[in-house]
Structure formats: structure tokens, C-alpha cells
């Protein structure tokens, strides 16, 4: 089994930051990535940022250099550092997980960018 806690979520004005953190736990050997995901009430779910095992990354276009995500290795721990925060970040936020074949994904974290 493969476990993913999301953590970091809260209210934040826009234009702060926030940092979320994602821990990994269980059989996660050979993994080939991880990322976060976001949904919005209302809308569909959308990739914020992937990386694969060998550190290459992706982003989604509406957060391009403003959002950052890294990793520690040493505590199986996925970030995302999410910077001048805009209203349309609102959202609930998924780790997730790409290994053998199959996705993980957390319970999610709620963050609320208010004005």
C-alpha cells in the first residue's frame, strides 16, 4: 500500500505564499513520479506540477513561475511552494503518485487565497 498525507493548506491573502508538503509512506519503491493536482468546486481536476523520479519537472501554464515543486528524498517528501497566490488558486489541492502502473493520490488540502 502507498500512503500520501497531504499537509500545509490553509487561508492565505493573495499575493502570499504557502508551502504544501506531501509524505509518502508504505511501499514506495521505483517510483517513477509524483506531482500535485488542484480542483476547484465546480471545475475539473488539473495538473499544478509534475516530477519525475529523475528531477525533471512540469507545470501546468496558469502557474508557471510562480509555483516551485521539489522534493526530500531522505523524508519522502513531495513540496509545493506556491507563490504570489491569486484567488483562481483556491482550490483543493491532491498529491499524487506514479508507480508500477498505478496512481496514489492523498485526501487532498484545502487552499483558500482570499482578498
Known amino acids: 500500500q502507498v500512503q500520501l498525507v497531504e499537509s500545509g493548506g490553509g487561508l492565505v491573502q493573495a499575493g502570499g505564499s504557502l508551502r504544501l508538503s506531501c509524505a509518502a509512506s508504505?511501499?514506495?519503491?521505483?517510483?517513477?513520479?509524483m506531482g500535485w493536482y488542484r480542483q476547484a468546486p465546480g471545475k475539473q481536476r488539473e495538473l499544478v506540477a509534475t516530477m519525475t523520479s529523475g528531477g525533471s519537472t512540469n507545470y501546468g501554464d496558469s502557474v508557471k513561475g510562480r509555483f516551485s515543486i521539489s522534493r526530500d528524498n531522505a523524508k519522502n517528501t513531495l513540496y509545493l511552494q506556491m507563490n504570489s497566490l491569486k484567488l483562481e488558486d483556491t482550490a483543493v489541492y491532491y498529491c499524487?503518485?506514479?508507480?508500477?502502473?498505478?496512481?496514489?493520490w492523498g485526501n487532498g488540502t484545502l487552499v483558500t487565497v482570499s482578498s
Open positions: 499524487n503518485l506514479f508507480r508500477g502502473g498505478r496512481l496514489y
Open positions: 508504505g511501499n514506495i519503491f521505483s517510483i517513477n513520479a
